[in-house]
């Protein structure tokens, strides 16, 4: 990672700290998150600065853009010519194209994806268990 995006990152690390009540337990760096879910924590914070403090620069917002994509954690990302698209998110989201789509809609379709996601899975489970009593 490089310097200025270590400092973004930190910056919206610290705001997503900020607004949790339990500030206690939480690294003090954004790098000791697991790697796994740093996207989401960044996302939040960006969603919370975006509700209380002015936006973020337009290049602060491609680092941010950038680092949630590289950690997504899906297959099949494709980063040439400086693109940032996704064939995962396309099917499981409806989108793919992490540099041109706005960042509240990305926000507002993976979680709506995942509660499809939930209540497809939910509704499977209760159809296994009708189908086994
Ligand atoms: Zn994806």
Redesign the pocket.
């Known amino acids: 990672m490089e310097l200025k995006e270590k400092q973004v990152c930190q910056e919206l690390y610290e705001v997503w700290k900020g607004a949790k009540e339990d500030e206690d337990g939480w690294p003090e760096s954004f790098t000791e998150l697991p790697e796994k879910h740093q996207h989401e924590y960044l996302l939040t914070a960006q969603r919370i600065l975006r509700l209380t403090k002015p936006p973020l620069l337009a290049d602060e917002e491609m680092i941010l853009r950038r680092i949630a994509?590289i950690n997504?954690?899906?297959q099949?990302?494709y980063g040439d010519d400086g693109e940032m698209q996704?064939?995962?998110?396309?099917r499981?989201?409806g989108f793919?194209d992490?540099k041109r789509t706005p960042i509240v809609e990305i926000e507002s379709k993976m979680a709506d994806g995942n509660i499809r996601k939930l209540w497809k899975n939910r509704n499977e489970e209760r159809q296994d268990y009708e189908c086994h009593r």
């Open positions: 994509w997504h954690g899906h099949g990302m996704c064939a995962a998110c396309l499981e989201y793919y992490w």
